[in-house]
């Protein structure tokens, strides 16, 4: 096994901030529209995966 880079960690670390940020930002977009961060229901999931088809 070769020992990470400089780089590899770099880019590792940016894709973790950006990640958190990500999750961050959606967090407060669903708290702030009401709606719940984890969608469960089949119905729903459903109509999402019909508009993102389009």
Known sequence: MTAPTVERLSTARR??????????????????????????????INQVAVLLKH
């Open 15 to 44: 894709s973790q901030c950006h990640d958190h940020a990500f999750r961050a930002w959606l967090t407060e977009s669903c708290q702030r529209q009401g709606v719940p961060l984890t969608i469960t229901d089949p119905t729903v």
